[in-house]
């Protein structure tokens, strides 16, 4: 297969903070970011951008510098991002939920010199005061001259951090050009100034980088979601109360939403689709329902600026697997086989990405960005995916499967060494093998596969635990098998298809206890979801081998049945039967109010159609 790429108008190189202070000229006045509480301008962002800008570069901030962030989604939040670029600065985007350790790793690692964020955040994260730097409600308190735009469209503007199969994650350095050929290519998804695209996603996804960016390049208005881990019914009360025409999921929640028959897509006009392979059964089912929705299949690494390719989802397609499309906005693709040959149309071969999308490399690691970046004749520098593709007859790619044990589960990218290596740490564990069981289906679990150590005999509880102290709660397997030997292929590896294909393990029967009403009913919702009889208060969630897809089930089953809203974070926070019957009691008798009448709150409250300063929320239910 030769090179294939769109034809795409040549795009000048520029920065992030100059297309925005475009869009600020053409239409100052015009809605740019809105977190249902503080709205601002294009000529707002720009201008609170600037005065945070100027505190930067006070700060000794400047052209190399790294600059954590560590903040819940907010206005703030856009605000810091794009001062950092003006600075000329580079982001490390830090997420609140990820363990102490794991934080410190990736500060010294990047060299941060600055850390922005939320005041708890920052204590909460153990980082020194005078590494970091608080956020007010529109980026600081600074009040001295705007900053001019210092980034180089060379630079790097984002710094994210990937699972590592050598057992520490890997810093991948994403440009500036790389970013702005994405939000502006031509041939992507259509986002125009009459658009409004929800900001869900953790920021260290770089799922992220669409969500904010191509609407702010664009003319368009970002709408954040407030919610740490907002559940299906938050995103649906998003999407209607700020007017969402554009949303970006990926596949297990899509999944999720179109199993459930979501009122969700009832009012969007376009939904893209990544990080996993696309449901044929869940498409189609979608698209009967709402056939207006514009279902966009996205594909690519974070090595090419999020999406590489894309293919725009019909009825048709939905008859057996859903093609990934093709490549757009610059990005440029190969399908090459073991000796780096083209391979002929219709055969599987190794996807390689050029172009201008592609990242500088690995920070801090040379050797692994020669491994994964060559020069190749035809062209030029590419980036060597580890995908396995075949070209269809219409020219589109089809997605078959990966050549090494890296894995796509709920849209994270898991390297299993990269958890093997945290296990083998514990003393109490002399081998280890990660694999993904039922994979592709709802009830995928990232197994860990143990043979302990001599004498030794941890409670499961005990090593997840430990592993959740180090690494982000996506590493952490969610079951768990011990073995007396691990099964071996020919060369004497670990066989993970043996064991990715292996039973369950074997769980012990939840013990017996007398349950509450309330309990009972978490109880059944847990039960439904796990597929298996829950009796105890003291079962714990994740011990019985539940992750956030699944509670997210259970928090929608949960609101249907006694008709209260527990949020996502609240249940991972209070894993066990008990704790959540005791936060649904709660809010059972808040929602009763002081008096008994019922009403609970006041006009203006969160989930009503005004923010917290008294003003109509922007884009009002649909």
């Not at 363990?99 to 010294?108: L, N, Q």
């Not at 499967?401 to 890296?406: A, F, L, S």
């Not at 209260?564 to 926070?573: G, H, I, K, T, W």
Request: with cysteine.
């Amino acid at each position: 297969m030769t090179s294939a790429t769109l034809p795409v108008a040549p795009q000048p190189a520029t920065t992030l903070p100059a297309l925005i202070a475009r869009q600020a000229e053409r239409q100052p006045d015009a809605l740019a970011v809105t977190d249902g509480s503080t709205a601002l301008t294009y000529r707002e962002l720009v201008d609170a951008a600037g005065r945070l800008a100027a505190v930067l570069t006070a700060r000794g901030i400047g052209p190399g510098s790294a600059v954590g962030l560590l903040c819940a989604r907010s206005t703030r939040l856009v605000v810091a991002q794009l001062a950092i670029w003006r600075a000329g600065g580079h982001l490390l985007p830090l997420d609140p939920a990820y363990p102490r350790p794991r934080i410190a790793e990736m500060t010294s690692d990047a060299g941060a010199r600055l850390v922005l964020g939320d005041k708890a955040l920052l204590a909460e994260a153990g980082l020194a005061e005078d590494q970091t730097l608080v956020l007010t409600e529109h980026g600081t308190d600074g009040t001295g001259p705007v900053a001019p735009d210092a980034a180089d469209p060379a630079a790097t503007a984002v710094l994210f951090y990937t699972s590592g199969s050598t057992g520490r994650a890997k810093g991948v350095l994403v440009p500036h050009r790389a970013v702005t050929d994405l939000v502006t290519a031509p041939d992507a998804i259509a986002v125009g100034p009459r658009d409004r695209v929800l900001f869900h996603s953790a920021v260290t996804f770089d799922a992220s980088t669409f969500e904010l960016w191509a609407p702010l390049a664009r003319g368009a208005a970002v709408a954040v979601s407030p919610a740490d881990r907002p559940t299906a019914e938050e995103l649906g009360r998003d999407v209607e109360r700020f007017g969402v025409t554009t949303l970006l999921l990926t596949s297990a929640l899509f999944h999720h939403l179109a199993a459930r028959q979501s009122r969700i897509f009832g009012v969007l006009r376009t939904v893209a689709v990544g990080g996993e392979v696309l449901a044929p059964e869940h498409a189609g089912a979608v698209l009967r329902a709402f056939p207006w929705l514009e279902l966009v299949n996205v594909y690519g690494p974070t090595e090419a600026a999020t999406f590489t390719t894309l293919h725009r989802v019909t009825q048709a397609d939905c008859a057996g697997p859903i093609p990934i499309g093709r490549p757009f906005g610059g990005a440029r693709v190969l399908v090459l086989d073991e000796q780096l040959a083209p391979v002929p149309a219709g055969t599987v071969g190794e996807l390689w990405i050029g172009g201008d999308r592609l990242a500088q490399g690995y920070l801090n690691r040379p050797e692994l960005t020669a491994e994964r970046f060559r020069e190749l004749p035809g062209i030029g520098r590419a980036y060597r995916s580890g995908d396995l593709v075949r070209q269809l007859p219409d020219g589109t790619l089809e997605f078959h499967g990966r050549t090494d044990e890296q894995v796509k589960l709920r849209g994270f990218r898991i390297e299993p060494g990269e958890v093997e290596h945290a296990l083998l740490r514990l003393p109490e564990v002399a081998e280890a093998a990660v694999v993904v069981r039922r994979a592709g289906q709802a009830d995928a679990a990232l197994t860990a596969c143990l043979v302990l150590a001599e004498g030794a005999a941890p409670a499961v509880e005990t090593l997840r635990a430990r592993l959740a102290e180090r690494l982000p709660a996506h590493l952490v397997p969610t079951a768990w098998t011990i073995l007396d030997a691990l099964p071996l292929t020919a060369s004497g590896k670990a066989d993970r298809r043996a064991l990715a294909a292996g039973d369950a393990p074997a769980r012990r029967p939840s013990a017996a206890g007398t349950l509450s009403p309330i309990q009972q009913a978490v109880a059944e919702a847990w039960s439904r979801a796990l597929e298996r009889p829950i009796t105890d208060p003291a079962a714990d969630f994740l011990a019985e081998g539940g992750h956030s897809l699944l509670a997210m089930w259970v928090v929608d089953d949960l609101r249907e049945d006694l008709g209260v809203e527990l949020s996502l974070a609240d249940f991972l926070a209070h894993p066990t039967v008990a704790g959540q019957a005791e936060l649904l009691e709660r809010a059972l008798r808040d929602a009763d109010g002081p008096d008994g009448t019922g009403d609970p709150g006041s006009p203006g409250s969160p989930d009503g159609s005004e923010g917290s300063d008294g003003s109509e929320a922007p884009g009002g239910a649909r």
